[in-house]
Nanobody, 121 residues
Framework: QLQLVESGGGLVQPGGSLRLSCAAS????????IGWFRQAPGKEREGVSC????????NYADSVKGRFTISRDNAKNTVYLQMNSLNPEDTAVYYC??????????????WGQGTQVTVSS
């Protein structure tokens, strides 16, 4: 069974940081690009960042450029999203997804269940 499991979400104050993890089970991430997406209440799910299977190519939404960093450790079968300088507009459920190509559109084949990130004082 191919699964993606997100972790690392939580409550953080504005200006704080969190690191999300996306761990794969049932398959190896080596051949997959991984995307991070988020969905705030009442809003559509939006692409945040993605990383190619090799890790050599990354992409970020304009709203997170300079604050978020995506990385991967294929030996651990895990992809990370380091989030710095968080603000309340970053509050959302964050999902990771796997597919062949790195892109910020939502048409990925495999999805995790999501982890809640809340930025509030």
């Amino acid at each position: 069974q191919l699964q993606l499991v997100e972790s690392g979400g939580g409550l953080v104050q504005p200006g704080g940081s969190l690191r999300l993890s996306c761990a794969a089970s049932g398959f190896t991430l080596d051949y997959y690009a991984i995307g991070w997406f988020r969905q705030a209440p009442g809003k559509e799910r939006e692409g945040v960042s993605c990383i190619s299977s090799s890790g050599k190519s990354t992409n970020y939404a304009d709203s997170v450029k300079g604050r978020f960093t995506i990385s991967r450790d294929n030996a651990k079968n895990t992809v990370y999203l380091q989030m710095n300088s968080l603000n309340p507009e970053d509050t959302a459920v964050y999902y990771c997804a796997a597919d062949r190509l790195c892109r910020l559109s939502r048409d990925y084949d495999y999805w995790g269940q999501g982890t809640q990130v809340t930025v509030s004082s």
